[in-house]
């Protein structure tokens, strides 16, 4: 690895005249820090140098699984802009997501009057072989002003892990079995292999040694991002090296659970582990050195099979609700003496080992002997957590006398160890219904006496002996319908289909969130894209460019790459152009995404994006 050293500002003391001597030309005493400022300019001009371009590497030596640190110096250019490595069949290479890019620094140095001045960006980037053999890592170009600088191929020998060893680091994925059901709560584990580093005349690393090899800010970890907030588990295994000999491993793990939601092979989404190993130590003056450049690893998980399949339809009972696991249901109710139609305090808890936050309320709407006997309020249950159970509160009311018990209730659900579904039956609950209530209210105050009866009697003037002014009453008391409420008569059916297209619109997007994200894919992207501008972000412009295509064909746009946006682009017979501008287009955000003048990079990248996307949205990618 070359090494940039470190420069020292040299000066000398210049000393002009004395204060009498200026005194006596007449020079204003004032004029002498201006006059001491111009010579040393002229004395210091700073000499000018043609940019240059070098290169370094890590090792020349690696396996398949490590990846080699390739740092390209550009000392003064015209503007600071990212080297383009050639493109090879050989190399996987990409800007180091944990370095600053550029890294500058300067340097001025001041030898009898003449100032020497330079200017160095570094960029580092990471190369990861793609087959075994010996290699060669592409020269890297940078045109500066019109000057093309250009760096040698460097040689490198790759080799490839013996079939039945054990490397220095790997990692893979535990599952507990090779299928699950779709909804199925699945714990899987991220274990990392980490050989105990052991030196002559050095303690062997312990545990916690190793672990502070891990390089995570340079790694990716899928479904097991939020299990990095705990530290890891570790046990300690022997495992057989290159050379046949059993060595001591870390093992490192991560569990969390998954509840897949996808039928066919489960994607633990893009899993990259970096970790470094040391080569050679030497001690300091307070801790260890690496004396060697360390092994630098960027490793994928051997994943095993796992696939996901679909809840069977046979025997699915009808109050089924996605619940998956074992279960038990019980029912309390309160008060258990009321009159009709009086409300009822229906307790519904469920317990389980399943993840009871996601289980959903029992269909009671489904259950004929309740519904029959009860009518059940319309209100949305959204369940109580306590520690060991979820409970569900809804409001029955009885709807005639004789009635003697609330029902025994299902709770239905389906155990994927016996791949078949099961239920769960409540007690019922004795009741008592009792006629409802009348209150006879007096016409008197409280306490008053009793309201005086008279009897009724017959006449023959029917209910004209009720009315004084029969004229009144038997006058034409028809009325004419106005303008305005016949033409808003007429206007309701036509208010009426519009409000339920709009219903049905809202109930469709709100139904299928597939539509509702190409809906609204070009909007949220342009809303991002905007964002990128005012921060002069490369990196927004791409996450808007990525979640876009992953919109519009409804997946998840997290672990979407580069690479998988483009293929995704091409299964969907889009036009070449527009594939080869999309792809472009996010490959030059990679480059240029810690690289000098990003803020004119990013503005530019944006518009391009905004075009392509405005040229995607003709396109069916469904």
């Known amino acids: 690895m070359r090494l940039i050293p470190t420069k020292t500002i040299h000066t000398r003391?210049?000393?002009?005249?004395?204060?009498g001597r200026w005194n006596q030309t007449g020079i204003s005493r004032a004029v002498v820090p201006l006059i001491v400022a111009?010579?040393?300019?002229?004395?210091?001009?700073?000499?000018?140098?043609?940019?240059?371009?070098?290169?370094?590497?890590?090792?020349?030596?690696?396996?398949?699984?490590?990846t080699i640190t390739i740092q390209v110096s550009v000392i003064n250019p015209t503007q600071a802009s990212t080297p383009i490595p050639d493109n090879t069949p050989d190399f996987q290479i990409r800007l180091s997501p944990g370095m600053a890019n550029p890294a500058r620094s300067s340097n001025v140095t001041i030898i009898n009057g003449q100032m020497d001045s330079t200017v160095t960006y570094l960029y580092t980037f990471e190369a990861r072989p793609l087959r075994a053999g010996r290699l060669m890592l592409p020269s890297f170009k940078l045109n500066d002003a019109g000057t093309t600088l250009q760096t040698e191929p460097i040689a490198v020998s790759v080799t490839k892990r013996a079939s039945n060893a054990a490397d220095a680091v790997f990692?893979?994925?535990?599952?507990?079995?090779p299928t699950a059901y779709i909804g199925e709560p699945v714990?899987?584990?991220?274990?990392?292999?980490?050989?105990?580093?052991?030196?002559?005349?050095?303690?062997?690393?312990?545990?916690?040694?190793?672990?502070?090899?891990?390089?995570?800010n340079v790694s990716r970890f899928g479904v097991f991002t939020d299990a990095l907030s705990n530290s890891p588990n570790y046990r300690t295994v022997k495992l057989r090296d290159e050379r046949g000999i059993l060595t001591d491993h870390f093992v490192f793990s991560w569990e969390t659970t998954i509840y897949p939601s996808k039928i066919g092979p489960f994607d633990f989404?893009?899993?990259?582990?970096?970790?470094?190993?040391?080569?050679?130590?030497?001690?300091?003056?307070m801790t260890l050195e690496h004396g060697r450049p360390e092994r630098q690893f960027r490793l994928r998980p051997t994943i095993p099979p796992f696939e996901i399949k679909p809840l069977p339809t046979d025997g699915r009972p009808a109050d089924f609700n996605g619940a998956i696991g074992r279960f038990n249901f019980t029912t309390t109710a309160t008060p258990v003496s009321v009159p009709v139609g009086d409300p009822i305090t229906l307790t519904m808890t469920v317990r389980g080992s399943a993840a009871l936050d996601r289980i959903s309320p029992p269909l009671l709407d489904r259950v004929d002997a309740l519904t029959d006997r009860f009518e059940l309020s319309g209100e949305a249950l959204t369940g109580e957590m306590t520690q060991a159970s979820k409970s569900f509160i809804q409001t029955i009311r009885a709807l005639r006398t004789g009635v003697t018990e609330i029902p025994s209730l299902p709770f239905s659900y389906f155990d994927p160890e016996s791949g078949a579904y099961g239920t769960a039956w409540s007690a019922a609950i004795p009741i008592s219904v009792r006629p409802a209530e009348r209150v006879a209210m007096p016409d008197g105050a409280?306490?008053?006496?009793?309201?005086?009866?008279?009897?009724?009697?017959?006449?023959?003037?029917?209910?004209?002996?009720?009315?004084?002014?029969?004229?009144?009453l038997l006058a034409?008391?028809?009325?004419?319908?106005?303008?305005?409420?016949?033409?808003?008569?007429?206007?309701?059916?036509?208010?009426?289909?519009?409000?339920?297209?709009?219903?049905?619109?809202?109930?469709?997007?709100?139904?299928d969130a597939a539509l509702a994200r190409r809906r609204s894919a070009r909007s949220n992207a342009f809303r991002c894209l905007a964002r990128a501008k005012s921060d002069s972000s490369s990196e927004k412009v791409a996450h808007a460019l990525i979640n876009y295509i992953a919109d519009r064909i409804n997946l998840p746009?997290?672990?979407?790459?580069?690479?998988?946006?483009?293929?995704?682009?091409?299964?969907?017979?889009?036009e070449s152009e527009l594939i080869t501008e999309a792809d472009l287009l996010l490959e030059e955000l990679e480059m240029i995404r810690y690289a000098g003048g990003v803020t004119k990079s990013a503005a530019n990248a944006a518009d391009r994006a905004q075009r392509l996307i405005d040229a995607l949205e003709r396109i069916d990618l469904t």
């Not at 746009?557 to 017979?573: I, P, S």
């Open 38 to 66: 111009a010579l040393a300019v002229a004395f210091m001009a700073p000499s000018v140098h043609a940019a240059e371009m070098t290169v370094g590497v890590s090792t020349n030596e690696c396996s398949l699984e490590e």
């Open 557 to 574: 746009g997290a672990g979407l790459t580069r690479v998988e946006a483009v293929d995704q682009l091409k299964t969907r017979l889009v």
């Open 476 to 511: 034409d008391q028809s009325g004419r319908i106005g303008v305005l409420p016949l033409a808003f008569a007429a206007g309701m059916p036509v208010i009426y289909l519009g409000a339920l297209v709009m219903v049905r619109r809202s109930d469709r997007y709100r139904l």
């Open 269 to 285: 989404g893009d899993i990259l582990i970096g970790w470094s190993y040391p080569t050679w130590l030497r001690r300091g003056f």
């Open 446 to 472: 409280a306490g008053g006496s009793a309201p005086t009866m008279t009897p009724l009697s017959e006449t023959a003037s029917g209910l004209r002996a009720n009315y004084s002014n029969l004229d009144g």
């Open 13 to 19: 003391d210049v000393t002009i005249g004395s204060q």
């Open 187 to 216: 714990s899987v584990k991220l274990e990392v292999y980490v050989r105990q580093y052991q030196q002559e005349g050095i303690q062997p690393f312990n545990a916690q040694m190793s672990l502070n090899l891990s390089r995570f």
């Open 171 to 177: 990692c893979k994925i535990v599952v507990p079995r």
